[in-house]
């Protein structure tokens, strides 16, 4: 990554700025995101928070792409208030998979009122990097994952329940060699969803799981 934007990322940059059309904007954010730069976060943010979900899918790429250093700015900026810019920023820091955007992400999973959200977050809690938590800090926080997505795996909607069934097969592929039971009891719940959901996509997806576990 770049550490200083040159004469063309800034060009990039306030193409952003100076968009005045739709599709003019979601062109340039796309540039911008391809640019992958640090300086480009604080705009790619802000584009979260437009009413233009190509802009919006654009910007959070680029974020995911940029990965740590849109960490802390995403949880800074996250707003209460304007429910689509949070709503994109959580599906970023999902993408991302920092631990730093742990809580978020769990809180999201269970509570947030927009399926779309606990989706997202349900999904990215099977791809957190464990690796940059200290030994001590990665049970506890794997079990917390564990039991937010054994509850969000009883969702009423049905897309939920089956990222829930995702970040499972995560979490399980992650705690395999150090966990051998607490594998199984994630196994064993994949089966129990096979064997019980209402929704053929979310058993089918359990039985791939389970036959790739």
Do not use: C
Request: net charge negative; aromatic share 8%; no cysteine.
């Amino acid at each position: 990554m770049n550490n200083q934007p040159s004469t063309i990322d800034n060009q990039f940059i306030r193409a952003v700025e100076e968009a005045d059309s739709s599709q003019g904007l979601i062109d340039a954010v796309k540039d911008l995101a391809a640019a992958h730069i640090k300086e480009a976060i604080p705009i790619l943010i802000k584009v979260l928070g437009y009413n233009n979900p190509g802009a919006a899918v654009a910007a959070v790429d680029g974020l995911v792409e940029i990965g740590e250093p849109a960490v802390l700015p995403l949880l800074e900026t996250l707003d209460g208030y304007n429910y689509g810019a949070r709503a994109w920023a959580i599906r970023a820091l999902a993408g991302i998979g920092d631990p730093r955007g742990l809580e978020i992400l769990l809180d999201s999973a269970a509570n947030d009122f927009s399926f779309s959200v606990r989706r997202g977050a349900a999904r990215g809690l099977g791809f957190i990097h464990w690796e940059k938590l200290s030994e001590t800090e990665v049970s506890d926080a794997q079990q917390r994952v564990f039991q937010t997505l054994l509850q969000v795996s009883q969702d009423p909607e049905w897309v939920v329940r089956y990222a829930a069934v995702v970040g499972l097969e995560g979490l399980a592929k992650v705690v395999k060699a150090n966990y051998p039971k607490w594998f199984e009891d994630i196994l064993a719940l994949l089966e129990e969803i096979f064997n019980t959901d209402t929704t053929l996509a979310v058993r089918a997806r359990a039985k791939m799981g389970v036959e790739y576990l």
